[in-house]
């Protein structure tokens, strides 16, 4: 009987390890991500007792569709992006690098979502699988900031034992949340989405002794 | 025999309808090509080309074409130089202005045609001319063009070693003030005497820079670093210069022309006095934030071309 609940208990952890797996974006992985406001949070941080009070409020059941809540509504946001390029120059003469660097479009719109809720991808366009995506968009601002998908040629010279790198910083906005999905008053989905707008990009060259 | 004639007349009922659809559609007989008159600076390394975004109401056009491209020109008033174009492509990107929708195209072009070295390339108000092979030709303004073919080498007595902008909101952000990390190598007085941006419009104010003691954040306001309320639109002070006698942290404000623009990338050309002699350090264009696209966020500055079939 012990071995059973043993069992039981393995399967439960496996099961809700992979209702709450991110399907992470590239945002996840900035260096330094500050919100303006001190109470919100990404959803990677969300703690099981958010997931459950944030499911509470839409607990109430529904013949078919998806039941939304906004936990973090426009939260205002501050990054320090990855570093775009580090070249070190260890030997003892002057290098001459030529960089290319091209700004993408759809790095400007992050989404992240966790349990049964997916992200998918149409065309260059990223969006909540089905009918949830429409849901989310009636709920939380939704733009996309267009850049130029200009290449960027820089040349740049690197001093004996010194390296250089680009970073980037900016500003955004991101919502998140968790939804439910019913089907004849039954639940049969539910996790957590997340939308990142990047607003503004600002570059930074920095040049250091290794 | 009812029924044949029943199903008959279904049948033509259907095709009428579709061909109605079909011929319906408003036959196009203007294409709108939409450019956005802006600064191009740029120190230019070999094979760099030069990225031009255009706008054009229709999708599917022989303008996009290269095959369709025999050649290419920049000019103006008074100089005129054949490029190269290197790719046409899509941005897979669309937008409705003024009720019309536009599609985002970049042209590459470059300078391998005429063959250049050492030499500045300064165009006012320049146009990009296209000859195509069936003897159209359009002509795209783009705006003031500054391209620098200096094979430039830099003598180690200065470097940055570390460079952001600063930024301020009007009716849109625009670059306020730069921050430039200034290593003197020498240990003796070094005197920045000028910086050039290649921009005629846009300079850096040496006049009321300012040494700082510690790097600033990146949202610092310049007024607040400067103590004073600083007027971006001023007319340009002589100065003899800024010592520069150990590593040192400048924040420079920019002084815009006639009005506030965006501009988001520029090299810089710092000339000092080392020693008695003049030296010049060149810092590649660099891209201090990124370009805003968009025909809504540019309205003031933009130029339309008219194509009738």
Same mark, same amino acid.
């Not at chain 1, 009636?138 to 790198?165: C, G, R, W």
């Not at chain 2, 937008?95 to 391998?112: G, L, M, R, T």
């Given at each position: 009987?012990?071995?059973?609940?043993?069992?039981?208990?393995?399967?439960?952890?496996?099961?809700?390890?992979?209702?709450?797996?991110?399907?992470?974006?590239?945002?996840?992985?900035?260096?330094?991500?500050?919100?303006?406001?001190?109470?919100?949070?990404?959803?990677?941080?969300?703690?099981?007792?958010?997931?459950?009070?944030?499911?509470?409020?839409?607990?109430?059941?529904?013949?078919?569709?998806?039941?939304?809540?906004?936990?973090?509504?426009?939260?205002?946001?501050?990054?320090?992006?990855?570093?775009?390029?580090?070249?070190?120059?260890?030997?003892?003469?002057?290098?001459?690098?030529?960089?290319?660097?091209?700004?993408?479009?759809?790095?400007?719109?992050?989404?992240?979502?966790?349990?049964?809720?997916?992200?998918?991808?149409?065309?260059?366009?990223?969006?909540?699988?089905?009918?949830?995506?429409?849901?989310?968009?009636?709920?939380?601002?939704?733009?996309?900031?267009?850049?130029?998908?200009?290449?960027?040629?820089?040349?740049?010279?690197?001093?004996?034992?010194?390296?250089?790198?680009?970073?980037?910083?900016?500003?955004?906005?991101?919502?998140?949340?968790?939804?439910?999905?019913?089907?004849?008053?039954?639940?049969?989905?539910?996790?957590?989405?997340?939308?990142?707008?990047?607003?503004?990009?600002?570059?930074?060259?920095?040049?250091?002794?290794? | 025999?009812?029924?044949?004639?029943?199903?008959?007349?279904?049948?033509?009922?259907?095709?009428?309808?579709?061909?109605?659809?079909?011929?319906?559609?408003?036959?196009?007989?203007?294409?709108?090509?939409?450019?956005?008159?802006?600064?191009?600076?740029?120190?230019?390394?070999?094979?760099?080309?030069?990225?031009?975004?255009?706008?054009?109401?229709?999708?599917?056009?022989?303008?996009?074409?290269?095959?369709?491209?025999?050649?290419?020109?920049?000019?103006?008033?008074?100089?005129?130089?054949?490029?190269?174009?290197?790719?046409?492509?899509?941005?897979?990107?669309?937008?409705?202005?003024? *009720?019309?929708?536009?599609?985002?195209?970049?042209?590459?072009?470059?300078?391998?045609?005429?063959?250049?070295?050492?030499?500045?390339?300064?165009?006012?108000?320049?146009?990009?001319?296209?000859?195509?092979?069936?003897?159209?030709?359009?002509?795209?303004?783009?705006?003031?063009?500054?391209?620098?073919?200096?094979?430039?080498?830099?003598?180690?007595?200065?470097?940055?070693?570390?460079?952001?902008?600063?930024?301020?909101?009007?009716?849109?952000?625009?670059?306020?003030?730069?921050?430039?990390?200034?290593?003197?190598?020498?240990?003796?007085?070094?005197?920045?005497?000028?910086?050039?941006?290649?921009?005629?419009?846009?300079?850096?104010?040496?006049?009321?820079?300012?040494?700082?003691? *510690?790097?600033?954040?990146?949202?610092?306001?310049?007024?607040?670093?400067?103590?004073?309320?600083?007027?971006?639109?001023?007319?340009?002070?002589?100065?003899?210069?800024?010592?520069?006698?150990?590593?040192?942290?400048?924040?420079?404000?920019?002084?815009?022309?006639?009005?506030?623009?965006?501009?988001?990338?520029?090299?810089?050309?710092?000339?000092?006095?080392?020693?008695?002699?003049?030296?010049?350090?060149?810092?590649?264009?660099?891209?201090?934030?990124?370009?805003?696209?968009?025909?809504?966020?540019?309205?003031?500055?933009?130029?339309?071309?008219?194509?009738?079939?």
């Amino acid at each position: 009987m012990k071995k059973f609940y043993i069992l039981v208990l393995m399967l439960l952890s496996v099961v809700f390890l992979t209702a709450v797996q991110l399907e992470a974006e590239e945002y996840q992985n900035y260096q330094e991500i500050v919100f303006d406001n001190d109470d919100a949070m990404m959803l990677k941080d969300f703690t099981s007792d958010d997931y459950s009070a944030a499911y509470k409020e839409i607990s109430k059941k529904k013949f078919i569709g998806w039941r939304l809540v906004v936990v973090n509504d426009d939260e205002n946001i501050e990054f320090i992006s990855e570093t775009k390029l580090k070249i070190v120059n260890n030997g003892f003469s002057t290098i001459k690098h030529d960089i290319s660097l091209e700004t993408k479009e759809e790095t400007k719109l992050q989404l992240s979502a966790t349990g049964g809720i997916k992200v998918s991808l149409d065309g260059n366009v990223k969006k909540f699988k089905g009918s949830i995506d429409a849901d989310i968009k009636a709920s939380v601002t939704y733009n996309t900031l267009t850049t130029s998908h200009e290449q960027y040629d820089f040349e740049i010279i690197v001093d004996p034992l010194t390296y250089v790198k680009i970073v980037t910083r900016g500003k955004g906005v991101i919502n998140n949340g968790v939804g439910n999905y019913y089907f004849f008053w039954l639940k049969t989905k539910s996790g957590g989405w997340e939308t990142f707008n990047q607003t503004t990009e600002y570059y930074e060259i920095i040049k250091e002794r290794i | 025999m009812r029924k044949v004639f029943t199903v008959t007349i279904a049948l033509f009922m259907v095709i009428g309808a579709v061909l109605i659809v079909i011929f319906d559609k408003e036959f196009e007989t203007t294409l709108s090509i939409l450019t956005i008159k802006q600064n191009y600076q740029r120190l230019m390394t070999e094979g760099e080309k030069l990225s031009l975004t255009v706008y054009l109401s229709s999708e599917d056009s022989f303008m996009t074409d290269m095959n369709n491209i025999d050649s290419m020109y920049l000019f103006d008033n008074e100089n005129e130089i054949e490029v190269g174009l290197s790719k046409i492509s899509y941005l897979d990107y669309k937008e409705k202005y003024q *009720d019309i929708d536009y599609f985002a195209y970049v042209i590459d072009i470059n300078f391998s045609v005429v063959s250049i070295s050492d030499f500045i390339l300064e165009l006012e108000n320049a146009y990009l001319e296209i000859h195509y092979l069936n003897t159209e030709v359009i002509d795209l303004e783009i705006g003031d063009i500054y391209l620098n073919f200096a094979d430039y080498v830099n003598p180690s007595y200065i470097d940055i070693d570390r460079m952001f902008g600063l930024y301020k909101t009007t009716e849109f952000e625009y670059l306020s003030a730069v921050i430039l990390g200034m290593n003197n190598f020498t240990g003796m007085d070094i005197i920045i005497k000028k910086i050039e941006t290649g921009n005629k419009e846009i300079s850096l104010d040496l006049k009321h820079s300012i040494i700082l003691s *510690d790097i600033p954040d990146y949202q610092a306001d310049i007024d607040d670093l400067l103590g004073y309320n600083y007027d971006a639109m001023s007319l340009t002070e002589a100065t003899d210069g800024i010592n520069i006698n150990e590593n040192s942290i400048l924040c420079i404000p920019l002084l815009y022309g006639n009005e506030l623009t965006r501009i988001n990338r520029f090299p810089l050309i710092i000339t000092y006095l080392y020693n008695q002699t003049e030296y010049r350090y060149y810092m590649d264009d660099f891209q201090f934030n990124s370009l805003v696209l968009g025909l809504e966020a540019n309205s003031g500055r933009i130029r339309e071309f008219v194509y009738h079939y």
